[in-house]
């Protein structure tokens, strides 16, 4: 039970937010997520509060793994842009997505664009840079 569990938000989660996350980098590009990124650039609040109804659903659904799986992406998105410090690697892979938006599209592990060939090295980013 356990072993399902981890594997769902570790790996399942994260595969399905990277699908999510290059589909909406398809023309056309859906307008919200246009602005999150131009917000980026202007230094703007980034808290994508979109994925509340969706946990809050999901949740009334009974499909909580799922709705953690969104939890989980909410939290470590937010702390990406607001304490990037605290998780380096991931920020560092999320902010190379802000200034390549080809790439990097998982946002809380790199593991899926290793997977589908998406992932571009971010470790020479510096916080201070953005």
């Known amino acids: 039970m356990i072993l399902h569990f981890v594997f769902n938000l570790f790996f399942i989660a994260p595969i399905i937010e990277w699908l999510i996350h290059y589909g909406i980098h398809r023309p056309p590009v859906l307008q919200f997520h246009k602005k ?10 980034l808290v994508e509060v979109w994925t509340i109804p969706v946990i809050l659903f999901l949740s009334y659904l009974t499909f909580y793994l799922t709705a953690l ?6 939290v ?3 702390m990406i842009h607001y304490y990037p410090e605290k998780i380096p690697k ?4 999320h902010f190379k997505h802000h200034l390549d938006p080809t790439c990097n ?5 790199t593991l899926p ?9 971010s470790s020479k980013i510096k916080f201070t840079q953005l």
């Open 36 to 45: 999150h990124h131009i917000a980026f650039y202007q230094k703007k609040d």
């Open 69 to 74: 799986g969104f939890f989980k992406y909410l």
């Open 76 to 78: 470590v998105h937010n």
């Open 90 to 93: 991931l920020s560092r892979h």
């Open 105 to 109: 599209f998982a946002v809380s592990s």
């Open 113 to 121: 664009d290793k997977i589908f060939n998406t992932f571009k090295e």
